[in-house]
């Protein structure tokens, strides 16, 4: 497939990931969720026909590389580091990268660990017919954005995390440039965390184990503290 996956991620730096879960669960047990999420979601990409990608935030290229060695990703996962003032300036330099040598890009972010690889390989498909391709995230962002074509303006002037992402992105599309894949949730709150633990245990084959090992020694906690404090 002439096509290329950038998985979106922060480095696991301890008191700067899952910041919104910190109050609740401390910095130490975010970066070990922080960490799960990510390694999952660079391991069931693996089956994905696509030249993958992983850009990390908020490291220099040596952490990166450091990373990468000491959690034994593949030599085929190309590392990329995030530049840019906020998320769109660094999605648009990582796009401008990997276009030089893939027609159709894909990107996707760390937080959706469930999140069917078979909306993926959907997306790639439909970026013959479609010049973008949007992954609605329950949260009113998106947990994936596809490109065939340069468009620098749906990374700018856009309110980064917050709940009009998707929106604002739409509204400088015509409804026939692009396709709208099925919502997916994001794992920001401790809601998110309960809701995780549910379809967890209700679908064993196949779910992400890094996760799965950490929620299941978590959730005595979020049963004591079931909302966020």
């Keep these: 497939m002439n096509g290329a996956l950038a998985i979106f991620g922060r480095y696991p730096r301890l008191g700067e990931v899952k910041t919104r879960l910190q109050p609740f669960l401390g910095a130490e047990a975010c970066l070990a969720l922080h960490q799960a999420l ?3 979601t660079v391991e069931r990409t693996s089956g994905v026909n696509l030249q993958r990608f992983l850009y990390l935030a908020a490291c220099s290229r040596k952490e990166g590389q450091k990373f990468a060695e000491e959690q ?3 030599l085929c996962l190309e590392l990329g580091i995030q530049k840019g003032e906020n998320l769109g300036a660094r999605l648009w330099k990582a796009y401008q990268d990997v276009s030089t040598q893939w027609d159709r890009v894909l990107f996707v972010g760390s937080d959706s660990p469930t999140l069917p690889t078979d909306f993926i390989e959907k997306a790639f498909l439909e970026l013959e017919d479609h010049p973008i391709v949007l992954g609605p995230a329950e949260d009113g962002g998106y947990y994936l954005i596809g490109l065939s074509q340069p468009r620098q303006d749906l990374f700018s002037d856009i309110d980064w995390g917050t709940g009009e992402v998707l929106e604002q992105t739409k509204a400088k599309l015509n409804r026939d440039e692009y396709f709208l894949l099925p919502s997916w949730y994001d794992i920001d709150t401790v809601e998110d965390l309960t809701r995780l633990h549910r379809d967890l245990e209700q679908n064993p084959a196949g779910v ?4 799965q090992a950490w929620i ?3 959730y ?3 049963l004591r503290k ?3 404090e």
Excluded: F
């Design 38 to 40: 990510l390694l999952d």
């Design 72 to 74: 034994g990703l593949p």
């Design 208 to 211: 992400p184990r890094r996760t």
């Design 216 to 218: 299941r020694s978590i």
């Design 220 to 222: 005595p906690t979020l």
């Design 226 to 228: 079931p909302s966020e």
